[in-house]
């Protein structure tokens, strides 16, 4: 039988442009059932019992019951059951699954399903949450053996709190006694959705020898392994993981999602069973996490920053997932790109009864540069300087240490800052314009490694699970292999991952892949070449942070970008118009430069969205915009005039640049927002939010003269 | 609900396919006759990802219900043959991420082009406003239509005869 999956060569024509490509949803196999999920509709309950006895008898169902047995799982805490087994917590919680023999048949069935639920109190604000008599979530608590849990986690369970990440360098108290000029302020940045094209769509079988075999759109195959591993109490190599390529993912496919469910109800059924998710369920499986982040920052009155004090808390919703790793990268991204002798943070990743928040797209920087770089701009109203200057003025450059204790190397944040400033025609006049500058750090530690093939034809294979989700990885390591084997692109082939034939890889994450794979191939190409047959390389980043004083190596490679925009604002109804913007961040040596430009505008116009309008909306755990007519993403006929450098350097290593982009942009349009006085501390930057903004700003304006 | 047979043209050639009345024509298309290039992403005919060109015309095959194809013509991707002007623009310019939505994109660009053979690019992203696509192409989705315009304009300059001078 021909496997399904397929190799995805890039043959011509391409297969994105024929409609030939085929992403998981595309899937099959013989004698498949097709799944439908039964959730929660309370946000926090018990539940009581689940009656399956309406079901036609050729439907499958998976229950509590049945999943009580399987291990726990979780890629940083071990905190979540195959199903809501004792109490659902968020509403969307599977509480039973079932598989039938159409995808019509499976809703039909999933709708006779009835379940008794008792309600429980429940809590949606990550703030809140902490507070003593708040509902706990999770009283008991245990850390996961993913080796997604690469640091040292600091769970305070009796406080919804799954972790607690800290940096302490310098003297805090002594740095607000030297500064002469204290700004404070506190943001919020709201949940939003990924809303990858290709919904989440996954398919399990058993084979007649126990093993689990798992074809679903997953940027983290091997992370998916160890957990599958541990709930069904298999060894890792009991599992096969096939990843083909994903309709977008943005974050959103990492680590088990509805993999264990499908399994499950495979091995019950006898027969393989796949899953698509309908539209409003991918708002129910992982979003960005909503973030309050409180900032204090400390000037000498020349703009010299002495002092920075950062409290994060990450909502983080049902289940940690990756949030305890959001946290730590929100916290010490939070400082900025600044040398500042006296550095504080408390980055807390709190659990609530919404849906879990995980991975998107600028993993925490999104939520920090926000705070951040809003608040460089209230200091320099304050003092009275230049945005630019104050930032020149503190900004890294190369040997400087971070608040982490690193040194940093191969910096370049004041040529992005003086790029985009230059675009944006800044000595012109600031007026309705503003900047902001990213510092982003990658996975670190990490491993990657990859096997180069020769082929009898005279072609080549390379076997790497890195994935494919519009990023265009595939191609530009087929071009690296092709470039070092001296043979056109076409020679080189990429097959479908499969963790049965690829070697470890930690994960398709933080825009890491092209940089370490790309490493990795350099001594497999040169191991093939001397034995014409086969060659291993790896690439290993060592580092890490002290989980109790942030010191360490936060980033063994800085991504960093700067954004400027410029805005006009109607002031009668709070119209924000971005007229353009430019983004400039540091590339290094870009392989494939139309696929750099597209992940860079990509990042631009998440960025936008993220800026202007995205926003999912709750009342009271109930999210009420689960839908593409209700929740706006950016559409062509939405941008702004778009422009951007991508600054190489010759002799320069890769440079990943997947994410760079997004995170600057939000803060530099509530920056050119503050240059006309209109001071917005939460995002989106919506007409009602900028028209009471604009509205405070009269009055004070009034009052003080 | 008693399943019935609907007859449309699809890419040129008749079909006869089994649908349930409810049923939209996507589910027909992907289940029935096996096109992968039409998909689901928000199934409110909001996004653009699962067009087909009905007579001619982008529709939103998740809300229209397949009995309403009868009798018409279906144009999907697959229809195109892969060196379509729009698809070997769509190439040249790389116009393409994950490659989930380009298929709608081609073939919204393909109808605009024959309505409005110069659009101006205020009236390409007008034209783009029912085609979403989540990484972000539209830059060179716009490129791409301008490159499909010049390409269809050079296919429909008349062909020099045999008498005609050679360019220089």
Redesign the interface.
Known sequence: MPEPGGNAHYT????????????A??VELPEMLYACVVRSPYAHARVLRVDTSALPVDVVALTPDDVRSLGLYGCQMKDQQVLAVERALYIGDPVAAVAAASP?AAREAAELIEVDYEELPAVFDAVEAMQPGAPLLHPDLAISENDAAYFGMRPEPQRNVCHHFRIRHGDIEQGFAEAEIIVEETYRTPSAQ??????HACLARWTADGRLEVWTGTQTPFNLRMDLAGIFGLPQEGIRIIAP????A?GSKTFVRYEAIVAGLARKAGRPVKLVL??DEEWLTLNRHPATIHVKLGAKRDGTLVAKQVTCWANTGAYADCGPGVAQKMGFASPGPYRIPHVWVDSYCVYTNLPSNGAFRGYGATQAVWASERTMDLLAERLGLDPLELRLKNVLVDGDRYCTGEIMHDVHFADCLKAVAGQIGWQRGRRGKGLAVLLKGMQTPSRASIVVEANEDGSYTVHCATAE????AWRAIRMLAAEQLGVPVERVHFPVPDTDIVPYDTRTTSSRSTYMMGRALVEAVRQLKENGELGYGECVNEGGLDPDTGQGIASTHWHQGAAAAEVHVDEETGKLEVVHLHTAIYAGRIVNP??A???N??????GLGSALFEEITFADGQITNA???DYN?????D?PR?TYDLIERPGAEIHGLGETALPPVPAAIGNALFSLGIHVRDLPLTPERVLEASERRSVHSAASV | MAAMEIHFTLNGQPVAVQA?PDEMLLEVLRRELG???V??????G??G?CTALLNGQPISTCILLAPLAEGCEIT???G?G??HPV??A??E??A????????GM?LTIKALLEEEPEPDEET???A???????????????QAAQRAAALLAEERRPQPGPGAAPVS
Do not use: W
């Not at chain 1, 990924?194 to 919904?199: F, N």
């Not at chain 1, 390529?245 to 977008?248: A, D, L």
């Not at chain 1, 989700?469 to 265009?472: A, F, L, N, R, S």
């Open positions: 011509e024509p391409d297969p994105r442009v024929t409609g030939t490509i085929r992403y949803q595309d019509r990924h809303v990858p094209m290709e919904p390529p994903m309709g977008g943005f309908r539209r989700m519009g990023q265009g139309p696929a430009q597209l992940q505008e990509g990042s631009m116009i998440m839908n593409l007519s993403i950016p559409a062509a006929d941008l778009i | 349930e096109l992968r290039s998909r689901e992403t928000c199934g409110l909001i996004c990802a999907t991707v697959e195109l892969g060196h698809q070997r769509f190439e310019v790389q393409f991420q994950c490659g989930y939505c380009t298929p081609i390409i992203r007008r783009l406003g029912g085609n979403l696509c989540r990484c972000g192409c539209y830059l060179k989705i716009v």
